[in-house]
């Protein structure tokens, strides 16, 4: 399963807040074995939203979408997200309720427009705040802020599943440039796909969905460097 990841918000590109709602999907996903193919990262602005959601759902198996659910004017989410979908947004009579059930507050004393949906999706309750969330196909829409975030892709999690893979680190005490012609080696005769990250020791992280083939392939490639401990 590939799934693409569309980060809103404007505050996300002036770097005023860190994106860390996609480093915490991409963990999570990483996880149930699901493939993060791209992460995007866009303005509160209905038009680029309606764009990218329509093109990585035609790239991706789903798509999460995380920011801008709110019902105030610079929450542009919902319109958007619907455009992708050549849907209009409507009054979503189970989201009213349940914000009814939930706060304090009628839903008819909160900002219009809390409870609008695309015509037709599937409401996510939001446990922690107000504005919920939302499935339209295979795109998950979920709040900006992250308590309210996690919780709800909690609530949506079974509905990604993938290929739980094995990861082995291997610290490695020469420098990368000295390591290319094994690691090739390494990639060609594994079924493993292989990182290389530079520091005091170089860390090759081997990664497989066979565990004997990454158990292998870290082994050869011990068996064929100085280790930190033979310094
Ligand atoms: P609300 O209904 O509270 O307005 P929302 O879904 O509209 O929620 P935003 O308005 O986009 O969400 O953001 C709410 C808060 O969450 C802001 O403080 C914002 O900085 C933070 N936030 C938004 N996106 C992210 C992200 N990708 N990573 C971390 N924090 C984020
Ligand atoms: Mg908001």
């Not at 189970?94 to 009628?106: L, N, Q, T, V």
């Not at 839903?107 to 999706?121: F, I, W, Y």
């Not at 000295?178 to 796909?193: D, H, K, N």
Request: some cysteine; proline content about 6%; charged content about 25%.
């Amino acid at each position: 399963m590939r799934v693409a990841i569309v980060s809103v918000g404007d505050e996300l590109l002036t770097g005023e807040t860190v994106n860390t709602n996609a480093a915490w999907l991409g963990r999570q996903l990483r996880d149930r074995g699901v493939n993060v193919g791209r992460v995007t990262v866009i303005p509160d602005d209905q038009q680029e939203i309606a764009r990218v959601v329509n093109e990585q759902h035609a790239a991706a198996d789903a798509v999460i979408v995380t920011g801008g659910l709110g019902p105030t004017h610079d929450d542009r989410t919902v319109e958007g997200v619907a455009a992708a979908f050549g849907r209009s947004v409507e009054f979503h009579e189970a989201a009213r309720e349940w914000i009814d059930s939930i706060s304090e507050y009628a839903a008819s004393d909160l900002v219009d427009g809390t409870a609008v949906l695309p015509t037709g999706a599937r409401q996510l309750p939001n446990q922690v705040g107000v504005a919920p969330g939302f499935v339209v196909e295979n795109c998950y829409v979920l709040p900006g802020v992250p308590e309210e975030m996690h919780q709800m892709f909690e609530e949506i999690a079974p509905e990604f599943v993938g290929e739980p893979t094995k990861v082995t680190v291997v610290e490695i005490a020469e420098p990368e440039s000295a390591l290319l012609e094994r690691i090739e080696q390494l990639r060609t005769e594994f079924p493993v796909s292989v990182g290389s990250y530079p520091g005091d020791n170089v860390r090759i992280r081997i990664e497989g969905t066979e565990e004997s083939a990454v158990e292998d392939a870290a082994r050869w490639l011990r068996d064929r460097v100085q280790m930190p401990e033979d310094r």
